[in-house]
């Protein structure tokens, strides 16, 4: 669909990829190419959709799936209890010891040697992770405490970056609305 000089304005989202591309500023272009390549190479689910969100709507979609790929690594970890024990018993002693609570040595190779099926296991605690995960991921979405604290607390936000460190202004929001996508990475 062409619309004057511009192609689709109205509707880009239904243009083909090259289409909307075309439709682009060089500079665009240059950027949208460039962000394609490294969400593909990440294992972006429709990446063509992330970057033509980062480039029509100015939402920091690449930093979004870098943040929220991490988060996704380390709920997949927790998948493997009787591969990854050591690791798990790890984050566990950690967690243990910021809520001042008694923590085994092996609590994974415990609970496996109960005889509890080990794919059991890591699902449960991949499902444990995952909703910590959304719980954590939503707190900071927020970027205020919850209206029980009262209205005179400061609030947050998590910024974008450039590799060098430098604030780019947009935040890097909605981070729990696409967990799930994620989740399921290769």
Do not use: C
């Amino acid at each position: 669909m062409r619309i004057g000089k511009d192609w689709g304005m109205t509707e880009p989202w239904r243009l083909s990829w090259s289409d909307w591309l075309i439709s682009k500023p060089p500079d665009q272009r240059a950027d949208a190419e460039r962000m394609l390549a490294v969400l593909q190479r990440l294992g972006a689910p429709d990446a063509e959709g992330w970057v033509r969100s980062e480039i029509d709507e100015n939402i920091a979609q690449l930093a979004r799936f870098v943040v929220l790929g991490e988060v996704a690594d380390v709920i997949a970890r927790w998948q493997y209890a009787e591969t990854n024990a050591h690791e798990e018993d790890q984050a566990l002693r950690a967690g243990a010891a910021l809520f001042d609570t008694e923590f085994s040595p092996s609590v994974t190779t415990e609970i496996l040697g109960t005889g509890v099926d080990p794919e059991l296991v890591g699902r449960f605690a991949m499902h444990v992770a995952a909703g910590t995960a959304f719980d954590v991921l939503h707190a900071i979405d927020e970027q205020r405490p919850s209206d029980e604290l009262g209205d005179d607390l400061p609030g947050w936000i998590l910024m974008e970056t450039t590799p060098t460190g430098e604030l780019t202004g947009r935040d890097v929001g909605g981070l729990h609305e696409s967990l799930a996508e994620l989740t399921e990475r290769p």
